[in-house]
Nanobody, 120 residues
Framework: QVQLVESGGGLVQAGGSLRLSCAAS????????MDWYRQAPGKEREFVAG????????NYADSVKGRFTISRDNAKNTVYLQMNSLKPEDTAIYYC?????????????WGQGTQVTVSS
């Protein structure tokens, strides 16, 4: 069992920065691919950024490329999302997701989310 806890959200002005963290419990964190998703009011949850278990591969939604950076520290069981040049349209609840297939069984975990609000 893995538990994910996000932190670092808050209120920031447009053009500002925030760094989200997702702390994971469990010994198998380093084997999980990790993603960040977000959900704005009245909209579906959307993919923001992802990082492979080793950290060697990352990918981003077009809307955040060049502004957001995902990273991880497996020694600390933590994944990060550095968000720069924030825009009002980045306002959403941000969720951390971890997923892996172990011995043919898929595992998928979500955090409770952290609110990010960008004022214009």
């Amino acid at each position: 069992q893995v538990q994910l806890v996000e932190s670092g959200g808050g209120l920031v002005q447009a053009g500002g920065s925030l760094r989200l963290s997702c702390a994971a419990s469990g010994r198998t964190f380093s084997r999980f691919d990790m993603d960040w998703y977000r959900q704005a009011p009245g909209k579906e949850r959307e993919f923001v950024a992802g990082i492979s278990w080793s950290g060697s591969s990352t990918n981003y939604a077009d809307s955040v490329k060049g502004r957001f950076t995902i990273s991880r520290d497996n020694a600390k069981n933590t994944v990060y999302l550095q968000m720069n040049s924030l825009k009002p349209e980045d306002t959403a609840i941000y969720y951390c997701n971890g997923h892996v297939v172990l011995v043919g069984i898929g595992y998928d975990y979500w955090g409770q989310g952290t609110q990010v609000t960008v004022s214009s």
